[in-house]
């Protein structure tokens, strides 16, 4: 049984740039979280979909943003990138109640 | 106050004993609870979920839940050099269909040999 897809595993971008995460989860999961993990602050909740609806949104600026498809699959999107954003984004498939299977996470490095 | 609190560590713990993890929530309203363990450079993985007061046991693991207290706990026994992770404390969030996990940042624990 595949698990849960992240790609790419590692990027460096430049402040101001925008940049795109991929989460395919596991199949018959049709919930997906993301969580940005950082060492000062641990996990933190940044949105969860449910068949293509956005169903929870943490509290992050504007700048993060998220879909999913018909497939399930969802996408994290950041646009404007500060240095602060550098981080591990982890992308957690669910079949519901709280049960997480996480990604391997894409470690995210802004310069 | 913090939504999730647990004690940051490093707990250390010989071989062979018992090592006690612990986890405080502010929600009174909360329904699930899970600890999650992630070893350095991982992604966190389930091991334990408890949904009602007393405790529950899987293996060498036993987690305990006092709602009346707000308190969460996960015992590990005979601990094994293998178990040295962070373990992370979460809590679901008590309205239906909200799959949020709030997490505490994690007690390190290192496992002696």
């Known amino acids: 049984k595949a698990g849960v897809t992240q790609t790419p595993r590692y990027l460096i971008k430049t402040r101001g740039q925008q940049v795109t995460l991929s989460c395919s989860p596991i199949?018959?999961?049709?919930?997906v979280s993301w969580y940005q993990q950082t060492p000062g602050q641990g996990l933190q909740f940044l949105f969860e979909?449910?068949?293509?609806?956005?169903?929870n949104k943490g509290n992050f600026p504007g700048r993060f943003s998220g879909r999913q498809f018909s497939n399930s699959r969802s996408e994290m999107n950041v646009s404007t990138l500060e240095l602060g954003d550098s981080a591990l984004y982890l992308c957690?498939?669910?079949?519901?109640?709280?049960?997480?299977?996480f990604g391997s996470g894409t470690r995210l490095t802004v310069v | 106050q913090k939504e999730v609190e647990q004690n940051s560590g490093p707990l250390s713990v010989p071989e062979g004993a018992i090592a006690s993890l612990n986890c405080t929530y502010s929600?009174?309203?909360?329904?699930?609870f899970f600890w999650y363990r992630q070893y350095s450079g991982k992604s966190p993985e389930l091991i334990m979920s408890?949904?009602?007061?007393g405790d529950k046991e899987d293996g060498r693991f036993t987690a305990q839940l006092n709602k009346a207290s707000q308190y969460v706990s996960l015992l590990i026994r005979d601990s094994q050099p293998s178990d040295s992770a962070t373990y992370l404390c979460?809590?679901?969030?008590?309205?239906?269909?909200?799959?949020?996990?709030?997490f505490g940042t994690g007690t390190r624990l290192t496992i002696i040999p």
């Open positions: 957690a498939s669910s079949l519901g109640a709280g049960l997480y299977t």
């Open positions: 199949s018959g999961h049709r919930s």
């Open positions: 979909y449910f068949s293509e609806t956005q169903r």
């Open positions: 929600d009174r309203g909360s329904q699930s």
């Open positions: 408890i949904y009602s007061n």
């Open positions: 979460a809590v679901r969030a008590s309205n239906f269909g909200n799959e949020k996990l709030t």
